[in-house]
């Protein structure tokens, strides 16, 4: 099973959180059969955490899982703490394909992506 994970920050703002669900579910509709379950979790302040996702899926039968750190720049968080994150989840899961993404501030169409909104 193909699984894709969209990390976030989270915040104590329940409707910051809740626009991350919403990206998550607009990310599931326009994917369509590309993945098999598509999840979001965060790294603090929200539920669920990077680990409890993983473990989801993994329980629903996950073998492959795409992880994708919502983040524009490379601080602490992207740089140390996801990645030790998912090093724990490889040590757990051996059998499961982990695959980490570059995160969104790097991606090369985000300055095309700033520019478009000029035109909207």
């Known amino acids: 099973m193909n699984s894709f994970l969209l990390i976030a920050h989270g915040s104590r703002r329940s409707e910051s959180n809740d626009e991350v669900r919403a990206l998550t579910n607009r990310i599931k509709s326009d994917a369509e059969d590309q ?6 979790c965060f790294l603090e ?9 993983i473990n989801t899926l993994v329980k629903k039968g996950a073998t492959r899982i795409t992880l994708f750190p919502y983040f524009l720049a490379v601080g602490a968080h992207v740089a140390e703490d996801i990645p030790e994150a998912i090093a724990e989840a490889k040590e757990q899961h051996p059998q499961v394909h ?21 035109n909207t």
């Not at 302040?45 to 996702?53: G, T, Y």
């Open 35 to 40: 993945f098999d379950e598509v999840a979001c």
């Open 45 to 53: 302040l929200a539920e669920p955490s990077i680990p409890d996702a």
């Open 98 to 118: 982990l695959q980490i993404l570059p995160h969104l501030g790097k991606l090369a169409s985000i300055p095309r992506i700033i520019l478009d909104q000029m």
